[in-house]
């Protein structure tokens, strides 16, 4: 995996800013509404075997549209000042091409246990005093598993009809827009709105209605309805604390027979995969070089490779005989490819 390596030595202060290859930067484009840098302390060699520090090492981080995990890159500071942290984020910008996306401030509540789950996961693949020849590798191995649990996740998505709990329009429609794990959420919101809430108050001004709604929780949300725009505003600014509407926006779009939810109540921040990467298909990625798109190219049939092992394995595993077909089968392909063969099943019994 090729690294864009960047470091600044000083009498008093080393830093290096590591980042990885065009995967991480096209998930940094699609996925950076929430960015993260937690510390970690690690014991590293840097510049020679003569010379070493221990370093804070810190990994860029955000989540994905399915709520995961996702690695931009990562760097390496000789303490914690602000003179340290200022030039890896520069640094970081420099190598990305463009700076992060501005997000909600309420995101920053959960970033605590985010970093604390961040650093566990890191820690699984680093050791004290490793070089960063073996942090390298190892960090490699860190992103290959934590790619392979968003493509799986991708592939529960593409493949999971939801079932749905009402008969409003909106939800099937956001259902269609939603990742899976965000439109459970979404739908609790919608049931909410189905079963619970109610209107206590209203008024009527300018070309603007205002409602007053309580859910079953006591929470009080007021809603503004501009007539003229069809837009909805809530006080309870779930939508930007979480990026999904509110179950008092719900209520009104079920009682005014909202068929399909607007776009600017789904944002993009959630939206299934292939919708989100249509979204970002601006000029900047056009003007990918081709080395990119051939590291974007291998990732799609990398997923689609996944996505037929697992569509194989499901429909196989159930019968005895169909399992032993296809491992015989991927064996011979191994050694038509590559001259060996996946470990032996001789020994099995298919009693």
């Known amino acids: 995996m090729e690294m864009a390596y960047e470091p600044q030595v000083s009498e008093t202060n080393v830093s290096i800013c590591l980042q990885t290859d065009a995967i991480s930067n096209l998930d940094s484009r699609l996925h950076s509404h929430i960015l993260n840098l937690p510390a970690l302390y690690l014991s590293v060699t840097v510049c020679d075997d003569i010379l070493r520090y221990c370093m804070v090492f810190g990994p860029f981080t955000g989540k994905d549209n399915l709520g995961c995990p996702v690695t931009f890159g990562v760097g390496f500071m000789s303490n914690e000042g602000a003179d340290a942290f200022s030039w890896l984020l520069s640094e970081f910008v420099y190598c990305m091409g ?84 965000i439109f459970q959420q979404v739908q609790d919101e919608i049931i909410e709105a189905d079963r619970r809430c109610r209107m206590s108050h209203f008024e009527m001004g300018d070309n603007t209605e205002i409602y007053t709604i309580m859910d079953n929780h006591r929470n009080k949300g007021v809603v503004r309805h501009e007539i003229g725009t069809e837009s909805y505003h809530c006080d309870c600014k779930l939508f930007l604390w979480r990026g999904i509407s509110c179950s008092h926006i719900f209520w009104l779009f079920k009682n005014h027979d909202v068929k399909e939810i607007q776009g600017t109540y789904i944002g993009t921040r959630w939206l299934k995969t292939p919708l989100l990467k249509s979204v970002h298909n601006d000029q900047s990625e056009e003007a990918s070089t081709s080395a990119d798109s051939q590291v974007d190219d291998k990732r799609v049939v990398a997923t689609k490779l996944h996505s037929l092992y697992f569509r194989l394995f499901q429909r196989a595993q159930s019968n005895v005989n169909d399992i032993f077909a296809l491992f015989y089968g991927m064996e011979e392909l191994s050694h038509k490819l590559f001259g060996d063969t996946v470990p032996s099943v001789s020994s099995m019994s298919k009693a």
């Open 98 to 181: 463009f700076a992060p996306k501005d997000f909600p401030m309420g995101s920053l509540l959960k970033t605590t246990s985010f970093s604390e789950s961040e650093n566990s996961f890191f820690k699984r693949y680093t050791k004290p005093y490793f070089n960063l020849a073996d942090f390298v590798m190892h960090y490699n191995s860190a992103l290959d598993a934590q790619r392979n649990i968003t493509e799986r996740f991708d592939f529960s998505d593409a493949s999971k009809v939801p079932i749905l709990s009402t008969e409003h329009l909106f939800e099937k429609h956001a259902a269609a827009m939603y990742t899976d794990r």
